[in-house]
């Protein structure tokens, strides 16, 4: 299956140098791949990086897990303290998409393992979001079962491309906080274009 590049939804002249690489990775753009491999670097590593990041513009505490751990983590988990609020998240880079598939069962853990200190430390809703190039097939069942063996209040996929709109509308307009944010890891499933405009008008 071919999936054909439309119209960025994002002006990549807001796009900081240090993320700039975020779609492209996420995408699995074997050039991108291997001018970090070149310089050292792995690909998965500097995406979690990029993914921490690009959290941290957007006015989120950020707790680095992922490759930093030994243990099977997610990506990293994304805190709006003042909102009472949290996103653990998860990161694909797929050339040809991503599909949740059997992975909802490491996602069940993820969440298990983390959501008890969340809630300790004064979590009162904690969200999933999964993030890729892109999605590929029907996502409802696995994201079913991971809120229904799961307390997360929501589980949402989010492409790359969108993130970046997101980042760029926040360095438009520094105002737009966690807090404006919230609403959009309640929609359901997959968050679009018109989620975020509707969101954040």
Not at 1 to 26: G, N, Q, S, W
Not at 105 to 118: C, D, G, H
Request: proline share 5%.
């Amino acid at each position: 299956m071919v999936h054909l590049k439309t119209e960025l939804p994002y002006d990549p002249k807001f796009i900081p140098p240090v993320i700039a690489d975020l779609e492209r990775l996420a995408a699995g753009n074997l050039a991108v791949i291997k001018k970090y491999k070149s310089a050292g670097r792995d690909p998965e590593d500097a995406f979690e990086m990029m993914l921490w990041c690009s959290f941290r513009i957007l006015g989120y505490d950020v707790e680095e897990l992922g490759h930093k751990t030994r243990r099977r983590d997610p990506d990293g988990i994304a805190f709006a303290k003042p909102d009472h609020y949290a996103i653990v998240f998860d990161a694909k880079i797929r050339s040809n998409g991503y599909n949740i598939g059997t992975d909802d069962r490491a996602f069940v853990e993820y969440i298990m393992t983390q959501s008890p200190r969340l809630l300790h430390e004064g979590i009162d809703s904690i969200y999933f979001s999964i993030i890729s190039s892109w999605f590929t097939g029907d996502n409802r069942t696995p994201i079913m079962r991971i809120r229904k063996e799961t307390n997360v209040k929501n589980v949402t996929l989010l492409k790359t491309a969108l993130l970046l709109r997101l980042i760029e509308l926040r360095l438009k307009n520094p105002k737009l906080s966690p807090s404006r944010l919230e609403g959009l890891f309640l929609r359901a499933e997959e968050i679009s274009e018109q989620d975020i405009e509707q969101e954040l008008g």
